[in-house]
């Protein structure tokens, strides 16, 4: 039987407090489960902002989406986590990756190093987080045992091993970045190429006595009547892609409410997604959407 559905929106956009305090409060009140945060330069610090997410609601639980792993020392990262899930009441979701922007690295002056360096960075703390957080002695202590979720974002295949090995929730972002692009640019792949990687997944979490939950990041949600005309827009940035497949491209939902809705289930029912994130300026669009899938 598939896993029920629960959604959450990645708040990226800075704020005065009463400000940050309504935008949460209007996540709750369309029934978002879960606030998120991202981790890029220019964009609010990710703990004290869901510190203060969590002073403005009651319900929806809290995480970072993710955090990049290389602007982290797993130690530093540690006390965070654990200092976070307490002023949250229990409420954190710990979602982490490699960092894929080399950008940040070079304003931070901080490496930013190979792939194979980043994931191996990624692992060395995410088994630092796990050691830390378990030991009874470790102060400040979390809410949560026997620990904080943890959710990673992954394509490749190391990075899908890693995330069968710890994550309770593994993230799909349905596109990888332009090689070479300083800025992290996305490349959308195609619903076939999604299909190898959550199958290359499954068969590296083949052994995991409980499944995970999967993810999957949408990056535009457009409630029309014209499909067409919706995805106009992108074709000059895809021009791999025909129209038909962008439209087939899980992290693009385009058409009614009831198109949109049963594209959403047919993914379920193909790639296993039960967690649907969505992007800051498409909360509110999506907020029908999310009330139509509940009524099922």
């Not at 970072?64 to 130690?75: C, D, H, M, R, Y």
């Not at 959550?198 to 083949?206: K, P």
């Not at 993810?215 to 038909?244: I, K, S």
Request: glycine share 8%.
């Amino acid at each position: 039987m598939s896993r029920p559905f629960r959604f959450g929106v990645n708040l990226m956009a800075s704020a005065p407090a009463d400000e940050w305090s309504a935008k949460c409060r209007r996540a709750e009140e369309l029934g978002y489960d879960v606030i998120l945060v991202p981790d890029h330069l220019g964009m609010p610090a990710p703990f004290p902002a869901l510190v203060a997410a969590a002073g403005a609601t009651e319900r929806p639980r809290l995480g970072t989406f993710v955090l990049n792993a290389g602007l982290w020392n797993p130690a530093l990262l540690a006390r965070e986590v654990a200092t976070t899930d307490a002023l949250t009441g229990g409420r954190l979701e710990l979602g982490l990756g490699t960092g894929y922007v080399r950008a940040e690295h070079d304003a931070a002056g901080l490496p930013f190093g190979s792939p194979g360096e980043r994931v191996d960075h990624l692992r060395r703390t995410v088994e630092e987080l796990e050691r830390l957080l378990a030991d009874e002695e470790y102060q400040p202590r979390p809410v949560q045992r026997p620990g904080v979720p943890l959710l990673i974002g992954a394509n490749g295949d190391r990075m899908l091993e890693l995330t069968a090995r710890h994550a309770a929730v593994a993230a799909f972002t349905g596109a990888r970045t332009v090689r070479g692009s300083a800025t992290g640019q996305p490349a959308p792949i195609t619903a076939e190429e999604l299909d190898g990687r959550v199958a290359r997944y499954r068969e590296l979490a083949a052994g995991r006595e409980e499944p995970a939950e999967l993810n999957l990041l949408v990056q535009t949600v457009v409630v029309t009547e014209d499909r067409e005309a919706a995805v106009r827009p992108l074709l000059e940035h895809v021009p791999h892609l025909t129209t038909d497949q962008v439209l087939e491209l899980p992290i693009f939902l385009a058409g009614t409410l009831e198109q949109i809705t049963a594209q959403v289930r047919a993914q379920r029912e193909r790639y296993g997604f039960t967690y649907l994130t969505v992007l800051e300026p498409y909360m509110e669009a999506f907020a029908p959407v999310m009330r139509a899938l509940r009524e099922v």
